[in-house]
């Protein structure tokens, strides 16, 4: 699998060329797969750049990255500069890739109706004997970014900071909110303060271009959804 051939070692590159130096200016999206690489072999061999060595792993596989991640270690030191220690670099990088599209798809699903909510802040929300306002933030194609708690109250009432609301959505780039409280009484109407506060966030989010998309109310038996009523 040796390749010979004459190379300049990244040392000698432009530093805007340079993979580490490449990302720092301009961030890591810019990089290619093979620069990525480069930067976990952190060298190359004696005739070829790390980001030569890099490409050429990569053309051995297709392109493909995940063709890659089936490969052992045994596999990658047969290239020349490749040992054990940057082999397991690269299958170690490989694989927590790996584990985060794993925990990707269990913990961040997708809301595709009132339900889903529901059904999402169970372990939350669920014999709570005071009131909670929780948020969930969501990305364009409604799969959740995360779930954020605004306040604890009591057992009759909470408060809900619209600016707390609309920081924590703009600080995870959030596309859309929906806003969820419980009602510890099992009553699953809205008192008129829920249904201006509603209206409130709803009028700021169109300020914001951050959409209310939904609000639910939350009890162990059930809950109102403000869209399901057509009343958002």
Same mark, same amino acid.
């Given at each position: 699998m040796?390749?010979?051939k ?54 051995? /596989?297709? /392109? ?54 529901? /059904? ?21 194609n ?14 009759s ?20 909110i ?8 099992? /009553? ?45």
């Amino acid at each position: 699998m040796e390749e010979q051939k004459t190379s300049y070692p990244i040392s000698q590159w432009a530093e805007e060329d340079r993979p580490r130096e490449k990302m720092q200016l301009k961030g890591r999206s810019v990089l290619s797969d093979a620069e990525l690489i480069a930067i976990l072999l952190g060298s190359g061999n004696r005739h070829m750049s790390a980001v030569d060595l890099a490409k050429m792993i990569l053309r051995d /596989n297709s /392109n493909d990255l995940n063709e890659l991640s089936k490969k052992s270690i045994e596999d990658l030191i047969k290239y020349d500069g490749m040992g054990p220690a940057k082999s397991i670099s690269i299958i170690s990088a490989l694989e927590l890739g790996r584990r985060r599209k794993s925990t990707e798809l269990v913990s961040k699903p997708r809301i595709t109706c009132s339900d889903d909510i529901y /059904n999402l802040f169970q372990s939350e929300l669920l014999d709570l004997p005071h009131e909670e306002f929780w948020i969930t933030l969501l990305k364009r194609n409604n799969d959740v970014i995360s779930k954020e708690r605004i306040s604890i109250g009591g057992f009759s009432g909470t408060f809900a900071d619209p600016k707390v609301i609309f920081k924590k959505a703009l600080e995870k780039n959030a596309s859309y909110i929906i806003l969820l409280h419980n009602h510890p009484s099992g /009553n699953k109407k809205p008192s008129q303060s829920d249904i201006n506060l509603t209206n409130k966030l709803k009028q700021a989010g169109k300020t914001l271009d951050l959409p209310i998309l939904d609000h639910l109310i939350f009890t162990d038996h059930g809950f109102f959804s403000f869209a399901d009523e057509a009343i958002l």
